[in-house]
């Protein structure tokens, strides 16, 4: 089926009426004597909507929550956003009181600069744990920032790049499909890295198929679709459940993980409201946003090597399957044997055992594919190993993208989870250096 | 208290009756022209009684589990035991009904040579997993070992080599103690360093407090005490719960994990059969015998460079204790951050956040310690940093070893954990190398 949406450039400036920009405030306190251009990647970014929008979000389930996330969550209650405000380099998280009352600082500061209700400026960051905000030069920021907002692609990349920690590089995404008569865009920006398994939920309650799971990521999603917010909150969770909360780097749930989508209206299309076929054209608009930025944070993610797309089928249930392709997905031994292109079947075969999803070893298959592809490899058949050469497998193994298939046989659940090997280099990066703390992660 | 035992030397064969042999019968069928000592470590080992002994067991939960441990579970509702045959270089799991032949003929043959029943010969595996056992190889094996039986301190040190696959030195123990006149030993050996996340059961059912848990890790314990199956039973789990299923190096729990004790009464002690002073006595030294063995196993564990014990107070639960502790000690980040000596309360309020135990941010408290000390560094109040130096914090982090202690202060829960940290070291071995499948694991 020919998806009934087209690719265009930008990201959250390519819908009508959303302004952005990004800039250095220096939100870790390097100081700028150090001659290194290390600190002065943009930290500070600002989307702004022209007119008050509707606004969904999903937000992580740890209880250990950062406050902006506190902030949020307490704000998407009235629906309604004009401005998110975002930073890196400080989560404001484990922050305390003075945590909070920073994050409402910085809704109030943007608010002045915009002069709008602070009730509608959205605010989230992302950085190291437990280190009070700079508030000066927050302030500095936004004040700085509010003065170079525009729609340009420029301005879009300068936020893409403002919220990047240990990225390597900004992740955007924005797509174009009409609704009736309209022409109506998404557009999408996020980030991750690190602290990658996402288990967010609307209201903090975790998702049924997640029992006990773990990143920052933050997704920006901008729309010019005129949507009901309970319609627009519904899709983005079902969006989510299909993306960002299916991908891990590191099996680390973050106190931060935050997506926002904001939709203006301006596109002029007949407001969404019911379940209809232009609902049915935005949702798979949505989800195709939503996962492409997802694949992105795994591809990108700390040290990552290979990009692994684990298929759990024939479960006894969805939350076996879920359980299953976690437990593989997760396991220190399975991920190694990525990063070597290892086409080991036993360590798979490990995690399935110990994982709390029911299996019988006599009935498990595992598969290898190209990404996408339905001519399996099979490695494993009801428990047995096959002829299936090491050497063809291990071509397979050896790409930097492939897919894993599990059938367990026993019923008719299934599962899906983007994952990513597990390297030196995310070793290296993640011991840090105590000498020089700002290399030390959140 | 002054503890009621005393160490002695050697280990499986300190206690009377217990004779004992390793060899090399190249189980990885590596051939012996390749010039390299590489594969001539022993990889079978055997251990007898001179008379049929009380046996007891504890085997992994998970639900792929090795064809010696299904006849291992099968053989101790017997309770009886004469002699352990182990094997190292291939784990005969994921192996199906030639698995289980080859395991009952392995027994078959060290029955013949001893001429006792098959029924007494209990099994065990570690090593690569999925590859058939090679027999021609174990039979040669077995009838050499069967000829080499002593009770020397060099033939216990033998076994202890023999079941060693990536461990980098052997592990052992014995002790003494007295009941009521007479003296009684427990000598013990084990092996660990990957897929070390034990959570054995007698029965096959997880235990309550493990959720979905994860080694290879094999413990042979053999004792002079005469005691009572049933009673040596419990202490064997009791024992077990306090030390081997109190540990993690990966996270990843085995197909093959199995501690066995078998004891043959030949001290001569009145048989232990309630609960009395001399059954705490025996059940005091028993612990500390699988404690020492399970702590070696984790500081020996897999490109491990640091040991940390993990205490967690207050929780709401013991389960709920348990959570958090296994999600702190398994945590990618919080290992990482030990790895690099970073005493980092971030990511530890961070994996408390998303474990499944019940944690309330502003109630938690962080601190270090030298390893048993009760002199507390405390990093963390009641979810505030402290004023504590972050010197003073990474001079205690930087140690080989050190305690990490975190008070939930909601409840009476306990739990503590032996972890270690994620290295480069750990990741390159394991990675292996698929042009030489001798370094790829099980």
């Known amino acids: 089926m020919k998806p009934s949406f087209k690719t265009v450039s930008s990201s959250i400036t390519a819908p009508q009426g959303f302004f952005a920009a990004g800039v250095f405030c220096d939100i870790k306190r390097l100081g700028t004597g150090k001659g290194s251009n290390k600190g002065k ?6 989307i702004v909507s022209e007119t008050p929008a509707t606004v969904a979000g999903m937000f992580t389930t740890s209880q250990v929550c950062a406050a902006p996330v ?4 307490e704000q998407i209650k009235k629906g309604v956003a004009q ?4 930073n890196s380099g400080n989560a404001n998280a484990c922050t305390g009181a003075q945590g909070l009352r920073d994050a409402k600082a910085m809704a109030q500061l943007v608010a002045d600069q915009l002069q709008i209700s602070a009730a509608k400026v959205f605010v989230a960051s992302t950085g190291r744990i437990g280190v009070p905000m700079p508030m000066p030069n927050v302030k500095r920021g936004i004040l700085a920032v509010s003065q170079l907002l525009n729609q340009s692609e420029e301005n879009a990349q300068q936020v893409a790049e403002a919220i990047m920690t240990s990225d390597t590089k900004p992740k955007q995404i924005a797509v174009e499909f009409k609704l009736g008569g309209a022409t109506v865009r998404i557009g999408g920006i996020c980030k991750g890295a690190g602290m990658i398994q996402p288990g967010m939920s609307a209201t903090g309650a975790r998702p049924a198929a997640l029992p006990g799971l773990h ?8 729309t010019d679709a005129a949507i009901d917010q309970k319609m627009l909150q519904a899709s983005l969770r079902e969006a989510v459940a299909q993306s960002f909360n299916r991908i891990t780097v590191d099996g680390d749930m973050s106190t931060n993980d935050t997506v926002l989508v904001l939709a203006n209206g301006l596109a002029g299309n007949s407001k969404l409201k019911t379940q209809n076929s232009d609902l049915k054209t935005f949702q798979s608009a949505l989800n195709h946003v939503c996962l492409e930025l997802a694949k992105m944070i795994v591809r990108d993610g700390e040290g990552v090597s290979r990009f692994v797309t ?3 089928t024939g479960a006894k249930t969805q939350v076996d399957a879920d359980r299953a392709v976690r437990a593989v997905g997760n396991s220190a031994l399975v991920k190694t044997s990525w990063h070597g292109g290892d086409p080991n079947w036993g360590r798979i075969l490990g ?4 994982s709390s999803a029911k299996v019988v070893e006599e009935k ?3 598969a290898y594919s190209e990404p996408g592809s339905k001519k399996l490899l099979f490695s494993l058949k009801r428990g047995q190993p096959t002829k299936t050469s090491f050497a063809a497998l291990c071509k397979v193994a050896a790409q930097k993208e492939f897919d894993l298939h599990i059938n367990l046989n026993i019923g008719s659940g299934s599962a899906i989870l983007y994952a990513a090997d597990l390297t030196e280099d995310y070793v290296d990066f993640n011991k840090g250096d105590v000498t020089d703390p700002t290399t030390l992660g959140g």
Chains 1, 2 share one sequence.
């Open 351 to 354: 995690a399935l055992g110990y």
């Open 83 to 86: 401005a998110v405000v975002v």
């Open 215 to 222: 990143a920052t990521m933050l997704g920006f999603i901008t």
């Open 310 to 312: 684990v298929r759990v």
């Open 364 to 366: 498990i298959d595992v």
């Open 41 to 46: 990647k943009r930290d500070l970014a600002l």
């Open 70 to 73: 506190k902030l949020c969550a």
